[in-house]
């Protein structure tokens, strides 16, 4: 037996709701911005193979890779419920294609990717619920502490927002699918954990009560599909102005976006990828063009023009 799962890259916080929103993304040229995985058996063992264009930012000892470890889990609970599958091992094959600390949710998108393919290859014993709380374990074992702005998406697709019960850890939000959500990748790694540190351990309860008035707005618009409104409050008060000092260009690309009447732009998760938003695509095209110029003009830089990706993570083969 042999499956291929794919789980999409995503936009943590999406400004107004830090730890609290997150959606996921797909390209409007049809390419896969995310990982994929392909699950095979094989006599014993547990062997991961690595490829793709960023399997280099990867722990050299597989051992220490969380796919690795999703999968020794993964067996080790199998074994246990004398599942069928007693005994058999793993060939799992994980192609990187997201840059780790890129803001896109790229550890999130290799233990949806591998959770899920588990999942699957071994007749779904996990819950959708189960199986979202097991991926956000995973997941903050890399990023430094649970979340759900990243995992949530890439795993169910849309945008999610985290409501922290445990009988239901988030649920979706309507989209402004008119919207192009342009997302550019200057080349350059930032430590979420680091980024994090940048933040103030305590805000002023003026500017805690902006945040939930903002977010509050932001999911009331979405609902009534009010963009305007939706944009009007799509400010980020509680991490950007610690985290842009900290991406280099990051403020002189947004001007550029802003004289060209972009709708919104923002950080995507701790940085440094940058989001735009517009509903015309000639507009998203030539901000795609601007940010090629000017924030993600390294070799190791991209820039997409997405929309929100509804299908979350799936199997392809």
């Not at 342009?182 to 979420?192: D, K, N, R």
């Not at 932001?218 to 102005?241: R, T």
Request: overall charge negative; charged content about 15%.
């Amino acid at each position: 037996m042999s499956i291929t799962v794919y789980a999409p890259a995503s936009i943590g916080n999406l400004g107004v709701g830090y730890d609290l929103l997150g959606a996921a993304l797909a390209p409007i040229d049809d390419s896969l911005l995310g990982d994929k995985i392909t699950i095979e058996a094989a006599s014993d063992g547990i062997k991961l193979v690595l490829s793709g264009s960023w399997a280099h930012d990867l722990p050299a000892d597989n051992k220490l890779n969380t796919v690795y470890q999703c999968a020794v889990f993964f067996v080790d609970i199998m074994q246990q419920l004398h599942s069928q599958r007693h005994g058999t091992g793993l060939v799992i094959h994980l192609e990187k294609n997201l840059p780790v600390g890129s803001g896109l949710g790229s550890s999130a998108s290799s233990v949806v990717a591998a959770l899920y393919g588990l999942n699957e290859y071994f007749d779904k014993p996990y819950s959708d619920n189960k199986l979202l709380a097991l991926m956000a374990k995973f997941e903050g074992q890399i990023s430094g502490s649970v979340h759900y702005d990243n995992i949530a998406p890439s795993f169910l697709g849309g945008i999610q927002l985290n409501l922290g019960l445990a009988e239901q850890l988030t649920d979706s939000i309507p989209a402004f699918d008119s919207w192009y959500w342009v997302v550019a990748y200057p080349g350059t790694p930032l430590s979420t954990m680091k980024m994090r540190q940048l933040l103030p351990r305590e805000y002023p309860k003026g500017k805690v009560i902006e945040y939930g008035r903002n977010i509050s707005a932001f999911i009331h618009a979405s609902y009534k599909q009010d963009q305007q409104l939706a944009i009007n409050v799509l400010k980020d008060v509680i991490a950007e102005p610690f985290r842009a000092p900290a991406i280099d260009g990051f403020q002189q690309a947004r001007n550029e976006l802003s004289e060209l009447n972009m709708l919104a732009s923002g950080i995507s998760g701790s940085g440094p990828t940058l989001f735009s938003i517009t509903d015309d695509l000639v507009k998203a095209k030539q901000a795609k063009a601007i940010l090629e110029q000017q924030y993600a003009c390294a070799p190791s830089g991209f820039v997409y023009i997405c929309k929100i990706d509804h299908q979350g993570a799936r199997r392809i083969h």
